[in-house]
């Protein structure tokens, strides 16, 4: 690649216009202004935020219909603005979904995820993109050699994962491999806490009832997979896999799943920390044992989104070959197979699916 790239004036793009409806439709390129860049799309990964925005025809703090979505995307920089520097041409880049304003209080503290004028981009279901300036100056990054599209597009959950990691604080915990860390569900997100985890070199038990979950949380690292009842109530059954069977000292939630928040807390053993990882529905309410969050004194934390600084160790990760979430990834479709990669989420059947203008490309 190289030289100037002749960009058409039209795209196809997946739309959507309410709950459960997607249409591909062509619409307009914008061609860059100062300081933004336009990307040529050439991986986007799907990811449950996108089933659940595909269930409910929207979201309210990123995205409203009809418009066009999906947020986990690399690329390569088909036109660049006046003014831009840091990238030019043909250069490999994902984009992540977000981008602090730089200058509010929690920026300031650098707790970028939670800025007060934070932006979202969309629309990686498409053949390009137009990246604004405060994501080409805050948010987007080259992709390291030797690292495929498909591969970097799951920088974005990757750089979630690893902001709630860090909030976990395990240090407190002695070495890695001295305390277990336990993992309530293992979709794509519950399954990039195992392979990171694993990769830092901690003892992670993994629970799911899905079995070809568990498997692959295996293979990530979880030195033990076990099945459980979907719905919660599963402590007891849960806290007599740990090692000595007085619980664990980390438990993560990445089910999203009320019940299991509650089982996650009640598998903690004294002094643990829990981080309720998984969103749940709004309005949502979970009771406390008082007693336990007191005697044992429990730590509860809530981790939501990424940094600028978690996207870009995301990066650093997932370009080691050792580190193996292409497993994530189920199958392949083009833009037009949006739905059907969906609905194959919704059905459990994929973890994820990489969607592409065409396939066969790259
Ligand atoms: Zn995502
Ligand atoms: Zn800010």
Same mark, same amino acid.
């Given at each position: 690649?190289?030289?100037?790239?002749?960009?058409?004036?039209?795209?196809?793009?997946?739309?959507?216009?309410?709950?459960?409806?997607?249409?591909?439709?062509?619409?307009?390129?914008?061609?860059?202004? @100062? *300081? #933004?860049?336009? /990307?040529? &799309?050439?991986? $986007?990964?799907?990811? %449950?935020?996108?089933?659940?925005?595909?269930?409910?025809?929207?979201?309210?703090?990123?995205?409203?219909?009809?418009?066009?979505?999906?947020?986990?995307?690399?690329?390569?920089?088909?036109?660049?603005?006046?003014?831009?520097?840091?990238?030019?041409?043909?250069?490999?880049?994902?984009?992540?979904?977000?981008?602090?304003?730089?200058?509010?209080?929690?920026?300031?503290?650098?707790?970028?995820?939670?800025?007060?004028?934070?932006?979202?981009?969309?629309?990686?279901?498409?053949?390009?993109?137009?990246?604004?300036?405060?994501?080409?100056?805050?948010?987007?990054?080259?992709?390291?050699?030797?690292?495929?599209?498909?591969?970097?597009?799951?920088?974005?959950?990757?750089?979630?994962?690893?902001?709630?990691?860090?909030?976990?604080?395990?240090?407190?915990?002695?070495? @890695? *491999? #001295?305390?277990? /860390?336990? &993992?309530?569900? $293992?979709?794509?997100? %519950?399954?990039?806490?195992?392979a990171?985890?694993?990769a830092?070199?901690?003892?992670?038990?993994?629970?799911?009832?899905?079995?070809?979950?568990?498997?692959?949380?295996?293979?990530?690292?979880?030195?033990?997979?076990?099945?459980?009842?979907?719905?919660?109530?599963?402590?007891?059954?849960?806290?007599?896999?740990?090692?000595?069977?007085?619980?664990?000292?980390?438990?993560?939630?990445?089910?999203?799943?009320?019940?299991?928040?509650?089982?996650?807390?009640?598998?903690?053993?004294?002094?643990?920390?829990?981080?309720?990882?998984?969103?749940?529905?709004?309005?949502?309410?979970?009771?406390?044992?008082?007693?336990?969050?007191?005697?044992?004194?429990?730590?509860?934390?809530?981790?939501?989104?990424?940094?600028?600084?978690?996207?870009?160790?995301?990066?650093?990760l997932l370009?080691d070959?050792g580190f193996k979430a292409?497993?994530?990834?189920?199958?392949?479709?083009?833009?037009?197979?949006?739905?059907?990669?969906?609905?194959?989420?919704?059905?459990?059947?994929?973890?994820?699916?990489?969607?592409?203008?065409?396939?066969?490309?790259?």
């Amino acid at each position: 690649m190289g030289g100037v790239m002749e960009i058409q004036e039209t795209m196809r793009g997946a739309v959507l216009l309410g709950p459960e409806q997607i249409e591909i439709r062509e619409v307009p390129i914008s061609q860059p202004g @100062p *300081g #933004e860049i336009l /990307i040529s &799309i050439e991986a $986007a990964t799907t990811c %449950g935020t996108d089933v659940k925005v595909y269930r409910r025809g929207g979201h309210p703090r990123m995205l409203k219909v009809p418009t066009l979505f999906g947020h986990e995307m690399t690329g390569r920089v088909a036109a660049i603005g006046g003014g831009v520097t840091v990238f030019s041409t043909g250069d490999a880049v994902v984009v992540a979904n977000s981008a602090p304003c730089g200058v509010c209080g929690p920026c300031g503290a650098g707790r970028e995820n939670l800025c007060e004028d934070l932006q979202y981009i969309n629309g990686a279901y498409a053949e390009f993109l137009l990246v604004p300036e405060r994501f080409v100056q805050r948010n987007t990054h080259l992709i390291p050699e030797g690292l495929s599209f498909e591969k970097a597009a799951l920088t974005e959950p990757l750089g979630c994962v690893i902001h709630g990691i860090n909030t976990c604080d395990l240090s407190r915990y002695g070495k @890695p *491999g #001295e305390a277990e /860390i336990l &993992i309530f569900g $293992a979709g794509p997100i %519950g399954l990039l806490f195992v392979a990171a985890l694993a990769a830092k070199g901690h003892r992670v038990l993994l629970a799911d009832p899905n079995p070809n979950r568990l498997a692959v949380g295996k293979q990530l690292g979880a030195a033990e997979a076990f099945e459980i009842t979907r719905g919660g109530g599963q402590a007891e059954t849960v806290r007599a896999r740990t090692l000595d069977g007085k619980g664990a000292a980390v438990a993560i939630d990445a089910s999203g799943v009320p019940q299991v928040w509650l089982d996650a807390i009640a598998c903690l053993r004294p002094g643990g920390t829990v981080n309720l990882f998984g969103g749940c529905a709004p309005g949502t309410t979970i009771p406390l044992d008082t007693y336990l969050l007191h005697y044992s004194e429990l730590t509860i934390k809530g981790a939501y989104h990424h940094r600028p600084e978690t996207i870009k160790a995301a990066l650093g990760l997932l370009a080691d070959p050792g580190f193996k979430a292409e497993l994530l990834l189920s199958g392949e479709q083009p833009i037009e197979g949006v739905e059907e990669a969906l609905k194959s989420m919704m059905s459990k059947e994929s973890l994820k699916v990489v969607i592409k203008k065409s396939l066969g490309s790259n």
